[in-house]
């Protein structure tokens, strides 16, 4: 089996890595990062992203496209404002029949999520691959949770083949939009609880406000046309406390920052703030669906502490208190 991975960044190559070990199976990484297609190829290291771990010698580098053509499964491990551009200028080198995995976190074009944006691209089978899964625990094989979603099952089989006896363990879900949309609000819902801690490093408050994001996040995932058990999946409720406990995160940081009050147009500018983005079109988008209460909405109060210039941080905390679905 081949497997080929767009992109040769922290993702691809730790899940290149976990999946190269596997017998039958050929990885590649097409790249345009021409430094680490010679570390990894001469190596055995990505100099880039890892420079201290060794990769299975059978994980190959390229940047010959050409190579996507014959792949059993495509991986997209590009970002996300990137992977619907990459696709639709490149899909010459994608044989219909093969499967393309997003594993990207965010929105395509036009307010759609990627799945949505590749559907109308290319007539390729689409999948969703989403969870709790920072690349340096990928990398080191610690036990990691996935979620892979399409809007048919009859490739669940072939996936769980895929990573048997890995160390990623997948769950299964036909809710593509909610899969999708899980992963891009559990950055919102990460900056929040950031904000929150920064002002108040109480377990109490912590949990009262992560009670509120999971019914906030499952709110809204149904008012998109998601389920809202899927904020039970890994993508959800996985992915979300990941997130927003953990310091490696770049959205609680960001929140973090924020609550302190160092949050400046530099930082925002130099920085790929996914919360920041997603917030703007998430309100956006719910202030065109009149059914949706936003004054009931922490995100809301988000929105503007992103949007109002004189807007007083140190009210946030007693202002997300004040809703409530």
């Known amino acids: ?10 993702i691809s190559t730790a899940i290149g890595h976990v999946l190269s070990k596997k017998p039958g199976v050929r990885v590649e990484m097409v790249s345009i990062e021409q430094e680490v297609i010679y570390s990894v190829n001469t190596y055995h290291i990505n100099q880039k992203y890892f420079p201290s771990v060794k990769l299975h010698p059978s994980l190959q580098a390229t940047d010959d496209k050409a190579t996507l053509y014959s792949a059993d499964v495509i991986f997209l491990g590009i970002p996300s404002t990137a992977t619907v551009d990459y696709v639709r200028q490149n899909k010459e080198y994608f044989h219909p029949e093969t ?10 074009q036009g307010h759609k999520t990627i799945i949505q944006c590749l559907e109308k691209t290319v007539p390729n089978p689409v999948f969703s691959l989403k969870g709790p899964s920072f690349a340096r625990e990928i990398i080191g094989e610690i036990p990691t949770g996935m979620t892979l979603a399409s809007k048919s099952n009859r490739d669940f089989d072939f996936f769980g083949e895929l990573f048997a006896n890995t160390s990623i363990y997948l769950d299964y879900s036909t809710d593509v939009i ?8 559990k950055n919102i819902y990460a900056i929040i609880i950031g904000i929150v801690d920064a002002h108040f490093d109480s377990p109490n408050l912590r949990s009262l406000v992560i009670t509120k994001s999971i019914n906030e996040m499952r709110y809204i995932l149904s008012k998109f046309g998601g389920k809202e058990k ?32 160092f949050f400046t147009d530099y930082i925002s500018e130099k920085v790929v703030l996914e919360g920041k983005i997603a917030t703007n079109i998430f309100m956006e988008e719910i202030a065109s669906k009149k059914h949706i209460k936003t004054k ?22 007693k202002q997300i208190l004040q809703v409530n679905l």
């Open 1 to 10: 089996m081949k497997i080929c991975f767009i992109g040769s960044g922290a």
């Open 99 to 108: 499967k393309l995995v997003n594993l990207a976190k965010g929105f395509g």
């Open 178 to 185: 909610g899969v999708e949309l899980s992963s891009i609000l």
């Open 230 to 261: 899927t904020i039970f999946n890994y993508c959800g409720f996985g992915d979300f406390s990941l997130t927003a406990l953990n310091d490696m995160s770049r959205n609680r940081t960001l929140g973090l920052l924020i609550g302190k009050g």
């Open 296 to 317: 009931k909405l922490m995100m809301r109060e988000l929105y503007k502490v992103f949007n109002d210039p004189e807007y007083d941080i140190s009210n946030f905390v």
